[in-house]
Nanobody, 115 residues
Framework: VQLQASGGGTVQPGGSLRLSCAASGRIPIINTMGWYRQPLGKQRELVADITRDGITNYADSAKGRFTISRDNAKNTVYLQMNSLKPEDTAVYYC??????????WGKGTLVTVSS
């Protein structure tokens, strides 16, 4: 299974970006899809995740600004990020977890929030 994340880039504070992550290859049934981020020099942290049934979970820093969604038919997860702040600057990674408990990670996409 390969995960390809896209949608990163540079945006001014207050701007928006939409990240996408699509799976390809021999894809098992995916339970949870999620987004993590890793600021430079810091640990990777959960941003948001979503179960197959659509139950979402957000980090406090993402609540009210970010929205996670998924398309099960396309094996794709999205992260709509609004009201971006400089502290949102990080490499964003997608992660899929199958019902068998296998983790699959994408390579990451860089988001830079700067004026």
């Amino acid at each position: 299974v390969q995960l390809q994340a896209s949608g990163g880039g540079t945006v001014q504070p207050g701007g928006s970006l939409r990240l996408s992550c699509a799976a390809s290859g021999r894809i098992p049934i995916i339970n949870t899809m999620g987004w993590y981020r890793q600021p430079l020099g810091k640990q990777r942290e959960l941003v948001a995740d979503i179960t197959r049934d659509g139950i979402t979970n957000y980090a406090d820093s993402a609540k009210g600004r970010f929205t996670i969604s998924r398309d099960n038919a396309k094996n794709t997860v999205y992260l709509q990020m609004n009201s971006l702040k400089p502290e949102d600057t990080a490499v964003y990674y997608c992660k899929f977890v199958s019902y068998l408990g296998m983790d699959y990670w994408g390579k990451g996409t860089l988001v830079t929030v700067s004026s």
